[in-house]
């Protein structure tokens, strides 16, 4: 039986459009198996914080999910399925599982090889401990919008529950807020809208864990909306422009923020919490602790590490240009500081790590350091532990060999100390995820 030649004015461009589109999905599937063949090669295949778990018998293989991760090649379809092809990459924005039309992606923290320890925190933000409320970074959010929302529903929470009941007037506040970074700052601004009589207590700077970023770095790439000002109007912004931000929202709300006053101690009765610094005690009905996880930065324990030139840290690079800089650590922050320094300035870098690779890394700031070394700004030694710190030297044991450098400044970049010990004595129950 002959086609009727009118059938192919539509069957032709048809069939050109399904073959263009198929040899278009193959040619995204070898790019998403190359992706995920490299991480797995670097070890860099396990998800370091919240990310998509994707239900094979649900994904229909649309590709919803991969168009909307705002940071690129994360998820990739292989065999007709998403997959994260790219999991150290993931920062748990979330957009794909809103993208997902059939409901096949949850959120969790951890896997079945790599538990995550974060503290027991319900729906309304609320611990085991009635009472006590935990908010952004420290309940596994790592995002700044995500933080700014979990402080105000953690307010509003709180708020609420205020509400039901007469304020004691032996009492210092409605509510303690421990922590200036992003949460703290949107649920200052949300106590201050409740009428809440709120306490703001900051053991540094303002910005918490933000402004302990690198001069320069990108650290919002999605709007938010803060309690009593409204939609911050910026998509992309950096670190100083961020800080200078909430500067002037904070002098705009006239938010109260008590600086360089640390909490070190906990305590609960029945008349509500008593929270202790250095400086004095307060007494309120409800805590929100809105710190980072990163909590005390990890020291080396070498001796002579008292010494000024040591800090935890990079702040502003143009302070190091012309000195001899060590940097100790293998993670991100290490990896960052020290590319900045050698791209930016003509500080003599070396970046020192214990372990014989930078797989806890992302690829970006590992080809950062690979071009500066390539480059011959910046000296890399590997399985390097520091002995001995000097005013003007630095000495290294290295593959059982020690070496003496000369040196300026030590900056350590060896992660913090979880305040798990703070929180278990608080009474806060500590869960390990696997994939929950």
Known sequence: MAIDERWLIYLVPLAIVVAVHLLLRRKSERKSLALLSEARASGLDEPTSLHPHINPLLCIGCGACVKACPEGDVLGLIRGKAQLVAPSECIGHGACRAAC??????????????????????????????????????????????????????????????????????????????????????????????????????????????????????????????PGYGKMKFREVGKEALLEFWKGVIARARLQIDYGERVEAL????????????????????????????????????????????????????????????????????LEAAATLAEETDARVTLAYRGNGFARAKSKNRARV????????????METEVRRIEPDIVEIEQAGQFVRLSNNAVIVCAGGILPTDFLRAAGVEIEVRHGR
């Open 101 to 226: 039309p059939v409901g096949a992606i949850a959120l969790v923290f951890g896997t079945e090889r790599r538990g995550v320890e974060l503290p027991h925190v319900g729906p309304d933000f609320q611990t085991n401990v009635p009472g006590l409320y935990i908010a952004g970074e420290l309940g596994g959010m790592g995002l700044i919008r995500n933080a700014i929302e979990q402080g105000h529903q953690a307010m509003t929470q709180i708020a609420g529950r205020r509400k039901q009941h007469k304020r004691d007037k032996l009492q210092d506040a409605d509510v303690v807020i421990v922590g200036a970074g992003p949460a703290g700052i949107s649920a200052s601004l949300a106590a201050k809208v409740s009428g809440l009589r709120a306490v703001t207590l900051e053991q540094e700077e303002l910005g918490g864990t933000v402004s302990h970023y690198p001069r320069g770095k990108l650290v919002m790439t999605a709007p938010a909306v803060l």
């Open 267 to 334: 305590g609960r009765d029945e008349q509500g919490f008593t929270v202790s610094t250095g400086r004095r005690t307060l007494r309120a009905p409800a805590v929100l602790l809105a710190i980072g996880r990163r909590g005390t930065p990890r020291r080396l324990g070498a001796p002579g590490e008292e010494l000024s030139k040591v800090v935890y840290r990079l702040i502003d690079p143009r302070q190091y240009a012309g000195r001899a800089v060590l940097v100790v650590g293998g993670g991100d922050s290490a």
């Open 370 to 381: 690979a071009a500066a070394h390539a480059a011959g700004r910046l000296d890399i030694r």
